[in-house]
T-cell receptor, first 115, second 116 residues
């Protein structure tokens, strides 16, 4: 089954404790991205990757890091989480990084709470 | 720069009534437009998309949307609401930043409430 998986689905942590949210897709997609969803703000892109070893900032990259060492994986790293990073996070992948009407496939989400 | 505006953060309808969710966009190039649906505790999934050609687009679960270039709109409709349609709906425009990077823009979402 074609899918995007994220782990963990739920995470409660404390300020300053480094964490990683994993994302993996089995569709051989080149493009992957991370979003955060906050009430009233919709989805905002954090980082995206056009291919292995190619990453770039989205709209709200501050406080986050990503890496793309393998095509299927795109982990999101919070080096020093703060309460304002409490949010619902989605990973997504897309068939082709080039121009074209390709939709994104989303993971189930990771709900992060930073206290 | 591109943007998406969804009118109404919440829309409430009775079961069997018409569903209309509004989306207006701005884009400097001909856009690709998408509607996604998010059911509780799930990720987003594609409802339908407009690329080129026919301006009336049919999607899953009886939804459809019409691209109106003159009005820069892409409103989502369904003739008869079902309880299972209760969800969050997102309009999105696919766009390209300088340098060839793909940066889609999402609206803030509209929560559809369906009353029995």
């Amino acid at each position: 089954e074609a899918q995007v998986t994220q782990n963990p689905r739920y995470l409660i942590t404390v300020t300053g404790k480094k964490l990683t949210v994993t994302c993996s897709q089995n569709m051989n997609h080149e493009y992957m991205s991370w979003y955060r969803q906050d009430p009233g703000l919709g989805l905002r892109q954090i980082y995206y990757s056009m291919n292995v070893e190619v990453t770039d900032k989205g709209d709200v990259p501050e406080g986050y890091k990503v890496s793309r060492k393998e095509k299927r994986n795109f982990p999101l790293i919070l080096e020093s989480p703060s309460p304002n990073q409490t949010s619902l996070y989605f990973c997504a992948s897309r068939e082709n990084p080039g121009q074209g009407p390709y939709e994104q496939y989303f993971g189930p989400g990771t709900r992060l709470t930073v206290t | 720069a591109q943007s998406v505006t969804q009118l109404g953060s919440h829309v409430s309808v009775s079961e069997g009534a018409l569903v209309l969710l509004r989306c207006n966009y701005s884009s400097s190039v001909p856009p690709y437009l998408f509607w996604y649906v998010q059911y509780p505790n799930q990720g987003l999934q594609l409802l339908l998309k407009y690329t080129t050609g026919a301006t009336l687009v049919k999607g899953i679960n009886g939804f459809e949307a019409e691209f109106k270039k003159s009005e820069t709109s892409f409103h989502l409709t369904k003739p008869s609401a079902h309880m299972s349609d209760a969800a969050e709906y997102f309009c999105a425009v696919g766009g390209w930043a300088s340098g060839g990077s793909y940066i889609p823009t999402f609206g803030r979402g509209t929560s559809l409430i369906v009353h029995p």
